[in-house]
């Protein structure tokens, strides 16, 4: 099991910049494949970004963030990035920090596991 904590969320105007950070603890954070999704208000929880267990190998970018957002890990640290930048007001929703064991991750993946989340809320 891993456990996953998100923090770096807040208020900024649009145009701005974030970087959230996904901390993880328990089993192994370099034998998991992580990423970020996220949910608006009265929208599904969808994907935003997600990077391999072996970093060089894959990373995905939902097309709403690409060129926008930049994911990364570091493995030492057992933690978990995602740099939000040019952020949109419809980049506002709650994020979540995602680990599975399976590539590519998905929403529905019942294997999952799950940060509590952490706000972004961009102004325009």
């Known amino acids: 099991q891993v456990q996953l904590v998100e923090s770096g969320g807040g208020l900024v105007q649009a145009g701005g910049s974030l970087r959230l950070s996904c901390a993880a603890s328990?089993?192994?954070?370099?034998?998991?494949?992580v990423g970020w999704f996220r949910q608006a208000p009265g929208k599904e929880r969808d994907i935003v970004a997600a990077?391999?267990?072996?970093?060089?190998?894959?990373?995905y970018y939902a097309d709403s963030v690409k060129g926008r957002f930049a994911i990364s890990r570091d493995n030492a640290e057992n933690t978990l990035y995602l740099q939000m930048n040019s952020l949109k007001s419809e980049d506002t929703a709650v994020y979540y920090c995602?680990?599975?064991?399976?590539?590519?991750?998905?929403?529905?993946?019942?294997?999952?596991?799950w940060g509590q989340g952490t706000q972004v809320t961009v102004s325009s």
């Open positions: 328990g089993r192994t954070f370099s034998s998991y494949n």
């Open positions: 995602a680990a599975s064991s399976r590539w590519p991750l998905k929403q529905g993946d019942g294997s999952n596991y």
């Open positions: 990077i391999s267990k072996s970093a060089w190998t894959s990373t």
